[in-house]
């Protein structure tokens, strides 16, 4: 394996600078073929500057997750325990691929039934490997097995839809995920070992990304990016031992897309309506309603995502 290779002969921060550089690398190089098996978007009637992204490269998240997958394969220490992740985290990207290419979007149920399975599945795999003691902040206690279970799979399926919907600006998810993964990075590493140079790898390849899909972007990560992604945050959280700290560090990514599920769910399930002046994903409000252009919304966004996440490690 190349990671017993490296650390033979490299310090450990050394090894995860090599493996971010051939990880960027290898995502710009594949970026670049621009894969003629990958869709290309139709537009998107009811979003903000929808129509803009009519013919642009479309799914490519399922070329920065594999490489993601390889670099992994590559750099980082395997236990069956990682493989599995990996295993899931192809799987959840390839249904939103999947959904990317399919002539007609699939229908909301399906998606989140197998955003559910997976989910189910990787809990089983997590308590399998790990206990459930928690902390928050200062505070330590352990959640009994069938809550945290329940609460896990919750903690998936909810990572999972709100990076997706927050994907709807040239560089935002993208943006917001980098900032949420560095942080976990950072403040976790001693507890995430070998997870936090996952999520460092994980960063090259957005960054990679990100240097074609900044505005105006000429290709975008869709469903088989944006799941993926909350899918590894979600690991991260709960790998980290500070479930709850998913809360605060992907709070503006929460707010983004997470408004839109409890107003559309109310609505679609309660009859109750609210927010109704409020334009969900809030990237579409502040755009319509607040004049924002599409920089601005990335940049305000992730100054406030790294704000929020320099007083939390404040208080940490």
Not at 155 to 162: E, G, S, T, Y
Not at 278 to 286: A, G
Request: net charge neutral; charged share 10%; glycine share 6%.
């Amino acid at each position: 394996m190349l990671y017993d290779i490296l650390f033979g002969y490299f310090t450990p921060l050394q090894t995860s600078a090599i493996a971010m550089a051939v990880a960027f690398l290898l995502t710009f190089i594949t970026l670049n073929m621009r894969f003629g098996f990958l869709p290309q978007d139709q537009g998107r009637a009811f979003a903000i500057n929808g129509a803009l992204s009519k013919g642009k490269l479309r799914g490519v998240g399922i070329v920065f997750v594999i490489d993601f997958i390889i670099a992994s394969l590559l750099f980082l220490p395997l236990s069956f325990e990682y493989i599995l992740y990996l295993v899931f985290l192809f799987l959840m990207m390839l249904s939103g691929y999947l959904d990317d290419a399919a002539e007609k979007p699939w229908n909301e149920y399906k998606k989140g039934l197998i955003d559910l399975v997976i989910s189910v599945l990787t809990m089983v795999t997590f308590l399998k490997y790990n206990g459930t003691e928690v902390s928050f902040f200062t505070l330590q206690f352990k959640i009994p097995y069938v809550i945290y279970f329940i609460l896990g799979v919750a903690l998936i399926w909810i990572a999972v839809n709100v990076t997706n919907c927050s994907d709807g600006v040239d560089g935002l998810c993208g943006s917001l995920v980098v900032v949420t993964v560095m942080s976990f990075a950072i403040l976790f590493s001693e507890t995430l070992g070998s997870m936090a140079t996952a999520g460092q790898i994980l960063c090259a390849v957005l960054l990679a990304y990100l240097y074609f899909n900044c505005s105006p972007s000429s290709m975008l990560m869709g469903d088989a990016g944006s799941r993926a992604l909350g899918f590894f945050i979600a690991i991260l959280a709960m790998k980290s031992a500070h479930p709850f700290a998913y809360i605060i560090l992907s709070i503006v990514l929460i707010i983004d897309g997470g408004l839109g599920l409890i107003k559309v769910s109310l609505i679609r399930f309660c009859k109750i309506h609210i927010m109704t002046n409020l334009r969900t994903p809030i990237h579409d409000h502040v755009r319509k309603n607040m004049e924002w252009s599409d920089t601005q919304v990335v940049i305000r966004f992730v100054i406030l995502q790294i704000v929020v996440s320099i007083i939390f490690a404040a208080l940490k």
